[in-house]
Every structure is written in C-alpha cells, then in structure tokens.
T-cell receptor, first 117, second 117 residues
Framework: DTEVTQTPKHLVMGMTNKKSLKCEQH?????MYWYKQKAKKPPELMFV???????INESVPSRFSPECPNSSLLNLHLHALQPEDSALYLC????????????????FGPGTRLTVL | AQSVTQPDIHITVSEGASLELRCNYS??????LFWYVQSPGQGLQLLLK??????LVQGIKGFEAEFKRSQSSFNLRKPSVHWSDAAEYFC???????????????FGKGTHLIIQP
C-alpha cells in the first residue's frame, strides 16, 4: 500500500456538531501531518506528529483536536467549528520522524472537504 | 523564517509548448525544495524535490527543476505540455523548527496553469 487515505471525502456539519476526520497510511511512515487549505490558497500546516507524539502545533484553535492512536492512523476531532473553518483538510505522511535536521518528503492524501454551516 | 514566492498567479500555455514556472525562496541555510501539483478538489502530488547534490533534478511526468543558489530560485520546467498538465502548481520549502525538528512545509501561493488547445 503506497498511499495516504482520508475519510470522509466530504463532510457537512453544524456549528454545534462533533465530528472527526480520519487519515491512514500503511507505508511505515513515522511522521504525520494535518494541513488546512482554503479555496485558492496554499496549504497551511496545522499539526505534526512524530513517532506518535505531537511535535508541532501551529497555534491552532482548541476546537481542532488531533490524535495519533498508532503509527498508521491520525485523527482530527472537530467541535464547535465556525463557518470560516470550511476548507479542504489535507493529511500527509513522511518516512522518518522529525527529530534532527534530516528532511522528509511528504506524501499527501486526497483531502476531506469540510463545510461548516 | 522561510518563505516562498511564486510571482505568476496564472500562466497560459499552448499545448505542445514549453513551460517554465518560477519560484524564489528565502531561507538562511541550504533549503529543501519541492514542487507539488494539485488538480481541482484533489490532494497534492509530489513532482520533484531538491535536497542536495546535482542542481538539475528530474521528476515525474516529464518535469524538471533547476536549483540556483545565487538567484534563490527553483524554477520548474517542461519541454512540451499536455492538456492534462492543467492544474495548480505549488513550490514549497521545508521548514526547520527551533525545537530541533525539521519538518512542515511552507508553500508559495501557487501558479494556476491553463493549457490552450
């Protein structure tokens, strides 16, 4: 398996809902990432997990809560979102963990298109 | 902090013509540079990367890029474009965080490539 999968493809939720996005890879990668991409904008980094530990949180509001239950799975829990949170949420993975100055290339999933009403 | 500039928001090229997409970066050390392509509503696909060594790198789909340190540039080229190359192209630089981790990507704003028949 040489890809990153994301579910669901599309999600519509109200501002009071709780939902989760799921990302999975079976390539043995040790770092996983969440990015947010607004329409006609570049992706912006949200979170980085390295060896299943949160290593980077780019000042993301607490209504976004990441979780890495194991090395293959990354979740993003959503609660009390705002309409401006509507975006494409991209997951990525890379082969090595992020310790040290050895760079990893990142492989992206197809994204979840989130609409908050 | 690192940054990436893609000066062309849109580029229109005739099918069969050559292509060059510009990318300039700002980074204090040797950069890790990437080009990604994104079709509408899709995730990002890695075209090529530069970490070190040969400054002319070959990628997938017939693309190549040349790293020029003196110009802080990493321009993407293709000798003959196909209609299927129409997409959004992002240049990105790998980030190094003060906590010791080397990861996350900083993207340029993207160049939208239009192919004329």
């Amino acid at each position: 398996d040489t890809e990153v999968t994301q579910t669901p493809k599309h999600l519509v939720m109200g501002m009071t809902n709780k939902k989760s996005l799921k990302c999975e890879q079976h390539m043995g990668h040790r770092a996983m990432y969440w990015y947010k991409q607004k329409a006609k904008k570049p992706p912006e980094l949200m979170f980085v997990y390295s060896y299943e530990k949160l290593s980077i949180n780019e000042s993301v509001p607490s209504r976004f809560s990441p979780e890495c239950p194991n090395s293959s799975l990354l979740n993003l829990h959503l609660h009390a979102l705002q309409p401006e949170d509507s975006a494409l949420y991209l997951c990525a993975s890379s082969p090595r963990g992020t310790s040290g100055r050895v760079y990893n290339e990142q492989f992206f999933g197809p994204g979840t298109r989130l609409t908050v009403l | 902090a690192q940054s990436v500039t893609q000066p062309d928001i849109h580029i229109t090229v005739s099918e069969g013509a050559s292509l060059e997409l510009r990318c300039n970066y700002s980074y204090g050390a040797t950069p890790y540079l990437f080009w990604y392509v994104q079709s509408p509503g899709q995730g990002l696909q890695l075209l090529l990367k530069y970490f070190s060594g040969d400054t002319l790198v070959q990628g997938i789909k017939g693309f190549e890029a040349e790293f020029k340190r003196s110009q802080s540039s990493f321009n993407l080229r293709k000798p003959s474009v196909h209609w299927s190359d129409a997409a959004e192209y992002f240049c990105a630089v790998g980030a190094v965080y003060s906590g010791g981790g080397a990861d996350g990507l900083t993207f340029g704003k993207g160049t939208h490539l239009i192919i004329q028949p």
